[in-house]
């Protein structure tokens, strides 16, 4: 195939279809060109800095972007820093409680708005969209100032609850996506074949839905370990999480250990990411 | 019979959304009612919101300088949200009109900054940026500058933060709606006679319409309430409402005054909030 020809073909299915003549062809190149510029320039932007940071967190220099070696001390450093080591675990305890209850209380949720007809569907429809709305600072500080006012002790408790009022309706919107193009005849096979109404949940609609509740689970996951802004205003004394852990260390002045950490963080929610992908697009079981 | 089918499908109904319902009543709605109401508190002593009622707080909002801030934060934001836009159409574009298993590729070099961590995103990008940073030091090293440049803490370096944090949520939104798109349409304002920039303003960008409203809440609302990029592009120099709203909140102690700058911002929000939901009818699967 030829070099012009094979350019035609990967715009798109059109062209092949409606194979047109020379001189527009011709036409179409230059802004072809430019989409594949600026594509190529926006995917330099997004993962050159990220690059940067991962290659100077091997770097043999304690300040300064000089290249002076490469050194994986930075990275021992982090396993033998005690008050990182305690942040990263509380992280993970926190991040895996919000998980158990968002998976839990969003596909409750998802369960009730997609099958379901009821009156104040619209309002729950709407509550159900506030963590997009409602800008993380502000419930930060509402969440802070509810505590206070109950007179409940920040620290475990608090976090946990407003991680999971943050990523539950992650859980609910990927649920609930799955629920949607569900296929009700199995259900009805199942209850025909006998199966109560429990059985078939159970046997059927579960097992069905778990694609979607894993990726949801892993969503939750990361946006609880990732979160910062709430954390940092429900958090109380002796539960920093990690973000918050790099967070005081960056304002204190960086050390290459912090890169070394971000750049830990980085792998960790991209593996995140990706396994929830490929639970989402898989169609068979 | 009827009548206990339905009992009984309003319980199961109740029970499922009982969990949920609690969570966003006591976690989300309850906690912005609070800010509400002592967004017209004074303060004792201790400086803990306490009666009287007052408007002191929003009295305060007018002075010159929280005008400016809001000003600030919202043009600043919807500079952000037009770049990213603008940088995004293409890109999207682009994507959407690769073969299958490019697409999904591409998908997914979207999604991994979408999802990963905003903190470090930003740290990555301010350590880029600093005066020993990598880009400085190059530039001292190719002779082109004699002593580092000032790249942070400038308006341009938490607009620069801003659109690097946020693109992910533009370019993915746009995505979804472009790949829904049918390219038909194209070719048949083509044939009626349409130019290229006709066909662009008159045919794509309606059509395409609910992925840049989504996109467009999804960048504006975060960027208007940012807190992490100011903080770390701006040094400290850059004010923006998230920040203030911090600022109250931490060594300021002042929470009524924290509540009605946060009660400001939540109506610049929700105002986008209703722009986007009139205009776009709501197309929510786009988010």
Redo the contacts between chains.
């Keep these: 195939m030829s070099n012009e020809t094979s350019t035609i073909v ?3 299915e ?1 062209e092949e279809i ?1 194979p047109q003549e020379p001189a527009e062809r011709q036409r179409v190149r230059p ?1 072809r060109l ?3 510029t ?2 190529l320039l ?2 330099a ?6 690059a ?2 991962v290659v ?1 967190s091997f770097n043999d220099a304690r ?4 290249w002076q070696g490469f050194t994986l001390d930075w990275y021992a450093r982090l396993f033998r820093n005690e008050r990182l080591l305690d942040a990263a675990l509380r992280s993970l305890i926190i991040a895996t409680v919000s998980t158990a209850g968002s998976v ?3 596909t ?2 998802a ?3 997609e099958r ?1 007809r ?1 009156r104040s569907k619209t309002f ?1 429809d709407g ?13 930060g ?6 505590f206070a ?1 109950a007179g409940i002790e920040r620290g475990f408790f608090t976090l946990v ?2 991680h ?2 943050f990523s ?1 309706p992650f859980v ?1 919107l990927t649920v609930r996506a799955r629920l949607a193009d569900f296929d009700l005849s199995i259900e009805e096979a199942a209850k025909d074949l006998g199966a109560d109404e429990w059985v078939t949940f159970r046997r059927i609609t579960l097992p069905l839905l778990m694609p979607g509740i894993v990726s949801g689970a892993l ?1 939750a996951f ?1 946006l609880s ?2 979160d ?2 709430i954390s940092f ?1 429900v958090t109380g004394k002796g539960w920093d999480t990690l ?1 918050i852990y ?2 005081s260390a ?1 304002k204190r002045g ?1 050390t290459p250990e ?2 070394a950490v ?1 750049a830990m ?2 792998l960790f ?2 593996t ?3 396994g929830s ?1 490929i639970l989402q ?1 898989r169609r068979s079981y | 019979m009827l009548q206990t089918i339905r009992e009984r ?2 319980l ?2 109740l ?3 009982f ?3 609690v ?3 006591v ?6 009612a ?2 509400f109401a ?1 967004s017209f508190m004074s303060r004792d002593d201790l400086s803990r919101p306490a009666l009287p009622l007052t408007l002191a707080n929003y009295q305060q909002t007018f002075d010159l300088l929280y005008i400016n801030l809001f000003l600030f934060s919202v043009g600043l934001s919807l500079l952000t949200t037009l770049i990213t836009l603008l ?2 159409f ?2 999207a ?3 959407a ?3 299958k298993r490019w697409r ?1 590729l591409m ?15 930003t ?3 301010q ?2 940026m ?1 005066a ?3 880009i ?2 190059l530039l001292l090293g190719l002779g082109l500058i004699d002593e580092p440049v000032q790249l942070l803490s400038t308006p341009f370096a938490v607009l620069v933060g801003l659109v ?1 944090g946020e ?2 949520f533009m ?1 993915l939104p746009l995505y979804t709606s472009l790949e829904k798109f049918d ?2 349409m194209i ?1 048949a304002a083509q044939d009626l006679g349409a130019n ?1 920039l006709n066909t662009l303003l008159r045919v794509m960008l309606p059509l395409t319409a609910p992925g840049i409203l989504a996109g467009s ?2 960048v504006f ?2 960027s ?5 990029t100011v903080e ?1 592009m701006g040094g400290g120099k850059i004010n923006m409402i ?1 920040r203030v ?2 600022q109250q ?1 931490g060594q300021s102690s002042n ?1 009524p005054f ?2 009605a700058i ?1 009660l400001l ?2 109506v610049v ?2 105002i986008a ?1 209703l722009i986007y939901f009139r205009i776009g009818r709501g197309e ?1 699967g786009a ?1």
């Design positions: 990967v715009m798109g059109r409606f802004g430019a989409l594949v600026i594509t926006t995917f932007f997004l993962y050159v800095p990220i940067i940071l100077f300040t300064g972007a000089v839990v209380i969003g409750m949720t369960l009730a708005m379901f009821f729950w509550l159900l969209y506030m963590p997009v709305i409602v800008p993380e600072i502000v419930a500080v509402s969440l802070l100032l509810f006012t609850v407003s999971i009022a539950m609910y969503l990361t370990v990732d910062f802004i205003f973000p790099i967070w960056l960086v912090v890169n971000s963080l980085l929610s991209a995140l990411v990706v992908l697009r | 499908k309003g199961q109904v029970g499922l959304m969990p949920g319902g969570w966003l009543i976690f989300f709605a309850l906690p912005l609070l800010i002592i940088i995004a293409p890109v574009l682009f994507m009109r690769l073969p999904n998908t997914l070099l979207v999604m991994i900054p979408f999802w990963t961590n905003f903190l470090v995103r740290y990555a990008l350590f880029l600093r020993n940073g990598p400085n030091t690097y693109l992910p370019i390219w038909s070719e290229a809440i999804l609302v975060p208007v309430g940012s807190y992490i770390l998230g709203i911090a909140f929470w924290g509540s946060s911002l939540m929000v929700t909030a929510r988010i």
